[in-house]
């Protein structure tokens, strides 16, 4: 079961910062010793989203049926549809209809209005999206730690050496290793979660 803490002295370790003395045993600043652990912490949550991110991934992914609002689109004649965007979305990867076709998302728009509210715009009725969410590091599915872990490293390399030319063959051959990596990932199992709850399900890619 991955979690943070053990994300972040993976991370530590692709940088060769993993000694007794720098390894992290909680996640709290006041039990940071080192620049790099704190660097850990500054950009955790934003690798997390990136790696996510970075492709559709079986375990993190949600269908879910759009609110529709009462205001017609911003943009009159373009777009027929206004919906709410849901609060837990990270990305959207397709719109989908009630026939249960899925459109590309290049199909919508999004939208963040003057008090924040989140709208998507689209020309299809009745319709669902399928899109990636926070997953919980404890529900990550195999390889999703370690390449959260080699993203974090990419980023604190810099806070580890201050050398520029370091620093960039470091980068680049993690950056290698995530690409690998990821394609490497099919992660055949997953779930669908809908508005009625979680469904295991299998997926092969």
């Given amino acids: 079961m991955a979690t943070q803490l053990g994300i972040i002295n993976m991370g530590l370790a692709?940088?060769?910062?993993?000694?007794?003395?720098?390894?992290?045993?909680?996640?709290?600043?006041?039990?940071?010793?080192?620049?790099?652990?704190?660097?850990?912490?500054?950009f955790y949550d934003e690798c997390k989203l990136e790696m996510l991110a970075y492709m559709d991934w079986s375990r993190a992914r949600k269908r879910k049926a759009l609110?529709?609002?009462?205001?017609?689109?911003?943009?009159?004649?373009?777009?027929?549809?206004?919906?709410?965007?849901?609060?837990?979305?990270?990305?959207?990867?397709?719109?989908?209809?009630?026939?249960?076709?899925?459109?590309?998302?290049?199909?919508?728009?999004?939208?963040?209005?003057?008090?924040?509210?989140?709208?998507?715009?689209?020309?299809v009725a009745d319709a669902y999206i399928r899109y990636t969410y926070p997953l919980a590091?404890?529900?990550?599915?195999?390889?999703?730690?370690?390449?959260?872990?080699?993203?974090?490293?990419?980023?604190?390399a810099m806070t580890v050496t201050a050398d520029e030319k370091k620093v960039e063959m470091v980068t680049t051959k993690l950056h290698k290793r995530v690409e690998i990596l990821a394609q490497k990932l099919g992660a055949s199992e997953g779930y669908v979660e809908d508005e009625h709850g979680q469904i295991p399900m299998t997926e092969n890619f």
């Fill in 137 to 156: 590091e404890s529900r990550y599915t195999v390889g999703m730690a370690m390449l959260h872990s080699m993203i974090l490293a990419e980023r604190v």
């Fill in 67 to 123: 609110t529709v609002s009462d205001d017609d689109p911003i943009i009159d004649g373009k777009w027929t549809y206004k919906y709410s965007r849901p609060s837990d979305c990270l990305v959207i990867r397709a719109i989908i209809d009630t026939s249960e076709y899925e459109y590309e998302w290049e199909l919508g728009v999004e939208e963040t209005d003057s008090v924040d509210y989140e709208w998507i715009y689209t020309s």
């Fill in 14 to 42: 692709h940088l060769a910062e993993i000694t007794a003395q720098k390894r992290m045993t909680s996640v709290a600043r006041e039990n940071c010793n080192t620049d790099p652990q704190h660097a850990c912490l500054d």
